[in-house]
């Protein structure tokens, strides 16, 4: 097969007409299917739900002496705190157990930077004229839409191979405004990128002009191979200490793809530091966390181990989707020079990156062909990716079967829209 | 039994002597008692534990058609909206189920008023150069603490058998810095004084200057009676709509002392045009809260009655503790005329007014025999009593032969800080 852009106009008009007919096969379907969100599906749901067994009229809901069915310990029943700050690499001092969903716990970081201040601000950003954020990407489009939130100025970082670019990096912390930055270092959303331990090194030593630079550390994927095993990661914790830089980072990491979306555990790391000062905040919004999820889940994974061997079956399912679709993009799109992605070996989505200037197209194309894509752009700041090349596929959730019939309507969109634009040009 | 008022000094030393004796043989039995915090008893805490129950690895997920464990409807299941919507007597589109603290909720819902100001207001209240807030008192110290958090002027406004003295609330109101205001409509904290209807009509139709004046209506205690039946109680977003004030009030709630403190679910419940703005914030907060414990709440309660039902259990438990806390103060106190408190039907207090400047007298000296009680002062803005007298009692923890216990140093020590106070006169 030939590349699309070493096509004579006859030879892509030829083509256009055998994908178009394709293209109208699939559509004539009238099928309904969705690769937008890093949703787990009912097969994985249905696999964890044993948890709900764990904890009967009968149990016993004593840990450490802490009855987990009433009000107290905030920061979380020190069982929870123990197996996180495992699964982290921390101390269990580093832990706060918060409620179901880490991305709540960031915003409220966040929240609290803008209400109260970090805890070494001169005051709260509210009062400040200008925030700015740096943000990695393509990226996590929740992660802008916070930023967005709360009016700061959200400024693109270039992802490598590497995780983000640090020579741009270290060159914008210079500005004071720049107050902080998103990362998702293992791997990345939505590139299933591994950071590397030079840009963790970077990172981690970081001198920004803005002493109370807020480096928020999402660790979503911290256990989450789909292929090959678990893989070793650095604790940023006790990185950033080494450069003097303890009370930069806040770690947040969730069981939402471990055990329930939205409705497991969530915790974040800090240091002792940040931890004191963020209690006290804490202690004036919530009296304590659902301690009774808490224990559901200490007592159904027991340990670390106990965690990644449930990891181990969720791989089991979403192992072959992420075949499907690399297997997909190889075959189809691969051969025709349209596309490049990333190969990841765990998270929850493929990163893919069009010829420039026709990934909305290619959206389109796919819904009016009745699949739903995480829409174009949203992995960028503001959602508005320069190239309009970045798309975000998420295979977790349609059955195998399903997933398919979208990757034919994908590559056939796909196809179409790049044969569009090189006939327009 | 002459009251201490009308003891000659004599008479007064001889009473000291005696009552000394008594707290002297209590201190030394070396007791660890707590009447502090609200929080329900082990004995209520396994009445409801079947609730672990309702939910089992093979159940059916599926509620009008949401899988409850996966990510998604950020308002909450249907079926839980609606639930409380009946408890509430609101329509279920009022009706936002959050996570499983109500106080998390109102500390969000004020945090936003800082960092994005409310749905008519001009700017965040964070760029304002003052915020007062009205804090009817006696009254919950988290509310105040909340405030303060945030740097509100707290304004003390008195409570009446009513309700807050709405003479002076519809007085302050006309200052365009008073922003807001605390109120327990039903069995309000600590008073357990059921707002009258006259009250809640003069807070439904008040003009405060303030345009975005918030009414944060935390009904806490809905149905939570302990001596009697289920007492009705006015819906307050169709009372403030009929005045045109339908956005000026969100309502909370949850299920903290009907299935588990911290670990139930709570809701607010507030006009379409707060709603709609409401949701558009938290979207960039959260995925969806806790979907499972939802559907766990709603097969387990099945609907209004189901939740009356279960609440007649816990009076059956709660109601001989205020009952053991009232006869005590009936036998011990009232006859010396040292003190009056009202005389719940429900929540979970009872309010003590000592004789001004003896509340912390009494609360050291029931520390010292080994009885922890809400700190004196707690229940006003700052911490501050002006007349040192409102002591908060929650009987709801102890076993009843502790409370017994309980209440003879609680009592005995309110004796001697009266007499030394008299006798130092």
Known sequence: MKQYTEMTKAELLEEREKVQAHYDALKAQGLSLNMARGKPSKQQLDMVSDIL??????????????????????EGLPACRKLFADLLGVKPENIFVGGSASLQMMYDTIAKCYTHGRVNSDKPWARLDKVKWLC??????????ISESFGMEMITVPMTSEGPDMDVVEELIRDEDVRGMWCVPKYSNPDGIIYSAETIRRIASMKPAAKDFL?????????????????????????????????????????????????GVSVFACSEHNM????????????????????????????KDGVLAKMKLHASILGP????????????????????WEKPNGG?????????????ATWQLCKEAGLTMTGAGATFPYGKDPQDSNMRVAPSLPPIEQLEQAMDIYCSSMKLAALNKLLAE
């Not at 990185?239 to 969730?254: I, L, P, R, T, W």
């Open 53 to 74: 067994d764990v904890l009967r009229p009968d149990s016993d809901f004593n840990s450490d002496g802490i009855d987990a069915r009433n009000y107290g310990n905030l």
């Open 136 to 145: 990695p990407a393509p990226g996590y489009d929740r992660h802008f839409t």
């Open 215 to 263: 480096l928020m550390w999402d660790n979503a994927y911290i256990v989450h191979e789909f292929f090959g095993d678990y893989v070793p990661f650095p604790d940023i914790l006790s990185e950033c200490a080494k450069y003097g830089n303890a009370d930069m980072v806040f770690e947040f990491a969730s069981t939402s793809k471990i055990t329930f979306p939205g409705a």
């Open 276 to 303: 004191e000062y963020t209690k006290k905040l804490l202690n004036a919004q919530v009296i304590s966390y659902d301690k009774v999820n808490q224990l559901r889940h200490v007592r159904y994974f027991k340990d």
């Open 321 to 340: 989707k992420f075949r499907c679709v690399l297997d997909n993009l190889d075959r189809e799109i691969a051969p025709l020079g349209i596309a490049h």
């Open 348 to 360: 929850y989505f493929v990163s893919v990156n069009t010829m420039p200037g026709i990934a909305r």
